[in-house]
């Protein structure tokens, strides 16, 4: 298999090792901090903006993205035209008095003009805003209200309408333009009397320490707070890591690197990995979903080299594998492959990484078979050359992780937030460790508190929340970013995070719980969906399991079952509630009896963004569950 000879060949490289010096810093034998050497440094003149220009100076003819047309082929747009186009656009903002510093808005799905409004606005010397498409008209209205937007870009005329309704009660409603009623082209008429000479006055003038953008969080506790990164953030973020990935996937694998972008360009990991990738001279091309079955015929067609994605994404192709399987009537065969890759892939990094012998000839026999049979058609799920992904957003399961190693792809995970421009830590890439989620990114720090709380320090880390300077200064602890999520150093300096601070529960017996390891592994299982973890001040640990619905589909399919049998009949199918009880079963695993999940219940429903219970980046809102489902939650304690 391809990805195993890279790690193999990577191995004797020695100048692509250690690229990136760690240094350990230990309290009582217990390692309580680690720092990654910078493998790259910005220069304080530079900005993100400047990219764009840059490629055209060192290779004009480099394609850097492929844009899908109206005919549906992947068109390849070079570092020339993109240029021109971005600077055509920063033409046309300034023409409509975007001004130095102004600030512009965008909200769309994820697609090719995101890219060139970002960088236009940038090169206008403005400030961009991201705007999750899905966002109401309330958390619109904050948003345009709190950054004092002068200008937004918006997909559609369904997306515009929410504008206008956000915009009413604002003393001065921004000017709004559609992509798709041709935002570009408008715009580019607009500025065409303007020289390059003032684009490139405005841009030249911005520097690192400049603000780059404002990106809201997701508001899982509350009302989203704007994060101010300034473009020696960004800059940061995606010079280290190209320095560290890069190098390594370009030398080993002997490919030309592209990657599919899905997740939204209002998330910040969405966001800093296409930076990277244009300042890298990667091909990009954009898909604007991250459903599985709007995603798996766009992977085959663009099939890219690596995807950047969420620990739900690489479940539902493992799930579509497994129903598929049923479907056929080979779904103990699919059983099998399952074990037979966790128990290959854990023998072979183990071998890689010099802690085991690797798998013996009956293991490797049984591999081979299975990668006829099942594997092969994992990795044309996902395009066919794929040998490397990124999780990211929450924990992927180990055993997950394992299974697509078996498979042919590697699934590095990494760690961030919005406040620390997406990835703080991340495995690195001749040494991945499942179950962690790597080491800090060069340039970076990470110390484990007196209380587990994970901190972070280094270029990456945003310098304050706009407009909230009680929240900025509650933030920082002796000059480090106090993230709230909870987590451990391994003795090599590899983070792994057990939770939330804010969402720790602590039972009537005293017994302090992190729900995230449970539901972690409780959504991993198919049919669970999403599910919540509760028992504050309560007896035992109980949890609330919505269902998923493609597994619910199968489900009753394999079944012969009627697909329109009602949710509420389903939550009370005992067979049904047999498979979910192996769901939490598994997840119990991972925990003491006093933490383990004791009761759960089965809700109709689903939780989502359009009820409120669900952010745009598909973190679940606590309060609001709790809110909707409080008699639900009762009758789990009830007495039986």
């Given at each position: 298999?391809?990805?195993?000879?890279?790690?193999?060949?990577?191995?004797?490289?020695?100048?692509?090792?250690?690229?990136?010096?760690?240094?350990?810093?230990?309290?009582?034998?217990?390692?309580?901090?680690?720092?990654?050497?910078?493998?790259?440094?910005?220069?304080?003149?530079?900005?993100?903006?400047?990219?764009?220009?840059?490629?055209?100076?060192?290779?004009?003819?480099?394609?850097?993205?492929?844009?899908?047309?109206?005919?549906?082929?992947?068109?390849?747009?070079?570092?020339?035209?993109?240029?021109?186009?971005?600077?055509?656009?920063?033409?046309?903002?300034?023409?409509?008095?975007?001004?130095?510093?102004?600030?512009?808005?965008?909200?769309?799905?994820?697609?090719?003009?995101?890219?060139?409004?970002?960088?236009?606005?940038?090169?206008?010397?403005?400030?961009?805003?991201?705007?999750?498409?899905t966002s109401s008209a309330e958390q619109v209205a904050w948003i345009l209200d709190d950054a004092a937007v002068t200008h937004v870009v918006v997909e559609d005329d369904e997306l515009a309408a929410v504008v206008d309704a956000a915009a009413r009660d604002l003393p001065q409603p921004p000017e709004v333009w559609r992509?798709?009623?041709?935002?570009?082209?408008?715009?580019?008429?607009?500025?065409?009397?303007?020289?390059?000479?003032?684009?490139?006055?405005?841009?030249?003038?911005?520097?690192?320490?400049?603000?780059?953008?404002?990106?809201?969080?997701?508001?899982?506790?509350?009302?989203?707070?704007?994060?101010?990164?300034?473009?020696?953030?960004?800059?940061?973020?995606?010079?280290?890591?190209?320095?560290?990935?890069?190098?390594?996937?370009?030398?080993?694998?002997?490919?030309?690197?592209?990657?599919?972008?899905?997740?939204?360009?209002?998330?910040?990991?969405?966001?800093?990995?296409?930076?990277?990738?244009?300042?890298?001279?990667?091909?990009?091309?954009?898909?604007?979903?991250?459903?599985?079955?709007?995603?798996?015929?766009?992977?085959?067609?663009?099939?890219?080299?690596?995807?950047?994605?969420?620990?739900?994404?690489?479940?539902?192709?493992?799930?579509?594998?497994?129903?598929?399987?049923?479907?056929?009537?080979?779904?103990?065969?699919?059983?099998?492959?399952?074990?037979?890759?966790?128990?290959?892939?854990?023998?072979?990094?183990?071998?890689?990484?010099?802690?085991?012998?690797?798998?013996?000839?009956?293991?490797?026999?049984?591999?081979?078979?299975?990668?006829?049979?099942?594997?092969?058609?994992?990795?044309?799920?996902?395009?066919?050359?794929?040998?490397?992904?990124?999780?990211?957003?929450?924990?992927?399961?180990?055993?997950?992780?394992?299974?697509?190693?078996?498979?042919?792809?590697?699934?590095?995970?990494?760690?961030?937030?919005?406040?620390?421009?997406?990835?703080?830590?991340?495995?690195?890439?001749?040494?991945?460790?499942?179950?962690?989620?790597?080491?800090?990114?060069?340039?970076?720090?990470?110390?484990?508190?007196?209380?587990?709380?994970?901190?972070?320090?280094?270029?990456?880390?945003?310098?304050?929340?706009?407009?909230?300077?009680?929240?900025?200064?509650?933030?920082?602890?002796?000059?480090?970013?106090?993230?709230?999520?909870?987590?451990?150093?391994?003795?090599?300096?590899?983070?792994?995070?057990?939770?939330?601070?804010?969402?720790?529960?602590?039972?009537?017996?005293?017994?302090?719980?992190?729900?995230?390891?449970?539901?972690?592994?409780?959504?991993?299982?198919?049919?669970?969906?999403?599910?919540?973890?509760?028992?504050?001040?309560?007896?035992?640990?109980?949890?609330?399991?919505?269902?998923?619905?493609?597994?619910?589909?199968?489900?009753?399919?394999?079944?012969?079952?009627?697909?329109?049998?009602?949710?509420?009949?389903?939550?009370?199918?005992?067979?049904?509630?047999?498979?979910?009880?192996?769901?939490?079963?598994?997840?119990?695993?991972?925990?003491?009896?006093?933490?383990?999940?004791?009761?759960?219940?089965?809700?109709?429903?689903?939780?989502?963004?359009?009820?409120?219970?669900?952010?745009?980046?598909?973190?679940?809102?606590?309060?609001?569950?709790?809110?909707?489902?409080?008699?639900?939650?009762?009758?789990?304690?009830?007495?039986?």
């Amino acid at each position: 298999m391809g990805v195993r000879k890279d790690l193999k060949r990577a191995k004797q490289r020695g100048d692509l090792v250690d690229r990136a010096p760690v240094e350990i810093v230990r309290s009582d034998g217990v390692v309580r901090e680690v720092c990654t050497a910078r493998l790259a440094r910005t220069s304080a003149t530079g900005s993100t903006g400047d990219i764009p220009y840059d490629n055209v100076q060192h290779a004009p003819e480099s394609i850097i993205l492929r844009r899908r047309g109206a005919d549906g082929r992947w068109r390849p747009v070079t570092a020339a035209e993109f240029a021109r186009e971005v600077n055509a656009v920063a033409k046309g903002l300034m023409a409509a008095g975007v001004s130095a510093g102004g600030r512009v808005a965008i909200m769309s799905r994820t697609r090719y003009e995101w890219t060139v409004i970002d960088f236009a606005i940038w090169a206008a010397g403005g400030q961009s805003v991201p705007v999750y498409a899905t966002s109401s008209a309330e958390q619109v209205a904050w948003i345009l209200d709190d950054a004092a937007v002068t200008h937004v870009v918006v997909e559609d005329d369904e997306l515009a309408a929410v504008v206008d309704a956000a915009a009413r009660d604002l003393p001065q409603p921004p000017e709004v333009w559609r992509v798709e009623g041709g935002a570009l082209a408008e715009l580019t008429a607009l500025g065409a009397h303007l020289s390059d000479a003032e684009v490139t006055e405005r841009r030249v003038a911005v520097t690192a320490d400049s603000i780059a953008t404002i990106c809201y969080t997701s508001g899982t506790a509350g009302r989203p707070k704007g994060c101010v990164l300034t473009h020696g953030n960004l800059r940061a973020e995606a010079e280290n890591t190209v320095e560290l990935l890069h190098p390594v996937f370009r030398e080993v694998t002997r490919q030309t690197a592209s990657t599919l972008l899905f997740l939204p360009l209002a998330h910040v990991l969405g966001r800093t990995i296409q930076i990277a990738c244009l300042l890298a001279r990667i091909e990009i091309g954009h898909c604007p979903s991250i459903k599985p079955e709007d995603l798996r015929p766009q992977l085959r067609e663009f099939r890219p080299t690596f995807v950047v994605g969420v620990p739900y994404l690489f479940e539902k192709i493992h799930d579509t594998g497994r129903a598929t399987a049923e479907r056929m009537g080979r779904g103990a065969s699919f059983a099998r492959a399952d074990a037979i890759a966790v128990r290959y892939g854990e023998a072979h990094l183990a071998r890689h990484l010099g802690t085991g012998k690797g798998p013996g000839l009956a293991l490797t026999v049984a591999h081979a078979l299975y990668d006829l049979l099942v594997y092969r058609r994992i990795r044309s799920q996902l395009g066919g050359r794929l040998r490397y992904a990124i999780s990211g957003g929450s924990p992927l399961d180990r055993r997950l992780m394992l299974f697509f190693y078996a498979a042919g792809v590697v699934v590095y995970e990494g760690y961030g937030l919005t406040e620390t421009t997406a990835a703080a830590t991340i495995s690195p890439p001749l040494a991945p460790r499942p179950g962690t989620v790597g080491l800090p990114v060069p340039g970076t720090a990470v110390r484990i508190a007196a209380d587990g709380e994970v901190l972070i320090r280094g270029d990456i880390v945003f310098d304050a929340y706009w407009n909230a300077p009680d929240a900025s200064r509650r933030c920082r602890t002796d000059g480090w970013f106090a993230t709230g999520d909870l987590g451990g150093l391994d003795d090599d300096g590899y983070l792994t995070i057990t939770g939330r601070k804010k969402d720790v529960i602590v039972t009537s017996g005293g017994k302090n719980v992190s729900p995230a390891v449970l539901e972690d592994r409780l959504r991993s299982r198919p049919p669970v969906g999403q599910c919540v973890v509760v028992g504050d001040r309560r007896p035992y640990v109980a949890a609330l399991v919505t269902l998923e619905a493609e597994a619910i589909e199968h489900w009753l399919a394999v079944r012969r079952r009627p697909k329109d049998t009602p949710q509420d009949v389903l939550c009370d199918d005992p067979e049904l509630i047999a498979d979910v009880q192996r769901a939490v079963d598994y997840a119990n695993e991972a925990v003491s009896r006093a933490e383990s999940v004791r009761r759960f219940r089965i809700v109709p429903g689903a939780f989502t963004e359009e009820n409120g219970q669900l952010t745009p980046s598909l973190k679940v809102k606590r309060a609001e569950v709790a809110k909707a489902y409080a008699d639900e939650i009762e009758a789990l304690y009830a007495r039986r």
